[in-house]
Structure formats: C-alpha cells, structure tokens
C-alpha cells in the first residue's frame, strides 16, 4: 500500500467485518522521539489467541468474499522495514486492538497519507458506528468524536456530502493546526 492511511482503512474494515459498534483510531506523531504510532482499536467479536497467532499466514482469513487475507502481514512489514513492529492484542467477545509503531524519520517509513480524508471515508460509510480519532503531534492533541457530531448535527446525516465535505475539511485543517501546517 502506498501509504498509511490505507492501512487504516483496511484494519478499519476489518472491525466493522468483526461487528464492532465502536472504532477508536490513534495516530500519535512525534519528532521529539522521532516515532509514529498508529493505533486501532474495536469492540467487535474480537479473536482467540490461535487466530492471533495466525494473522500472519495470507492464507488464514475469516473472510468469505476472498481467500486470502494480505492486510496485517503488509502492515506488519511496513512498520518492522520502518524499524518499528505491529502487535495484535484480541480476546473474544472484547475486540481487537492493533498496534503499530514506526521510527518517524526512517527512510523506509511509508508516507502517512490523507487520514482525516480516510477517517471521514469510513465515517460516512459507516453512519450508524460510532468512531472516536485522537490525533497527537509532539504532545498537542485533536479529537473528533462521532457522538458529540451526531449531537451538534441534530439530525444530519453523517453521508450527507455537505457534511462530509465541512467533516474533512475540519479534521484536516485541526491536523494542519497542529503540525504547524497553516
């Protein structure tokens, strides 16, 4: 995958395949300790220590549309060429956190790519879940939480494209702020 984002997506997928109603996604970005973290986290049906276990093997997958299952053994190896790692923490009936870390400046580190476009991707094609985003840049943070947007829109939906248009453009633009961008 090109970039990171993508693999937010795809880890993202993963949960609401597994019935999460709850998505949390972490990206902690710091020059000061030079790392990137990238952090999700779910409330679906979660997984066994055997499934755990078998997440590296392409060829395990739970999924019934393909047979073959490429996301986590990418990103793994994205972070570990990154000089970082990625660990997969489950238990059934709790849901799964992914965990993936990055030494920041790496040559090899993969851009992270559009989140807040990527966030807002899965938001508006998952209204009825919820989603919490932290994003921390050297300590500074941005949250975004879906519940308190379901409030201040009273009513609008999360698909409706001039909502999706002002959501990605507010994340973005707290990211931008954060990073000093604007």
């Known amino acids: 995958m090109n970039d990171l984002s993508l693999h937010i997506i795809d880890i993202i997928q993963n949960s609401l395949s597994a019935g999460a109603s ?15 973290v990238i952090e999700i986290e779910d409330n679906g049906k979660g997984m066994t220590q055997e ?3 078998r997440l590296d093997d392409p060829f395990f997958t739970s999924r019934t549309t393909r047979r073959v299952g490429m996301g986590i053994p990418l990103f793994r190896q994205s972070a570990q060429q990154s000089g970082g790692d990625l660990i997969v923490s489950s238990s059934p009936g709790l849901g799964t956190k992914v965990r993936a870390t990055f030494i ?3 040559l090899d580190r993969p851009p992270l790519g559009d989140v807040a ?16 985003f932290r994003y921390s840049f050297n300590g500074n943070e941005y949250t975004f939480d879906t519940v308190e947007v379901k409030d201040v829109l009273e009513g609008l939906p999360l698909n409706d494209p001039s909502v999706i248009r002002m959501l990605t453009g507010m994340v973005d633009a707290n990211i931008s702020d954060l990073r000093g961008e604007l």
């Open 51 to 53: 499934q755990v276990s």
């Open 22 to 36: 709850l998505i949390k996604l972490t990206v902690e970005e710091s020059t000061v300790e030079d790392s990137l």
């Open 117 to 132: 476009n990527s966030l807002i991707l899965m938001v508006s094609a998952n209204p009825d879940i919820d989603f919490f």
């Open 104 to 106: 920041n400046s790496h």
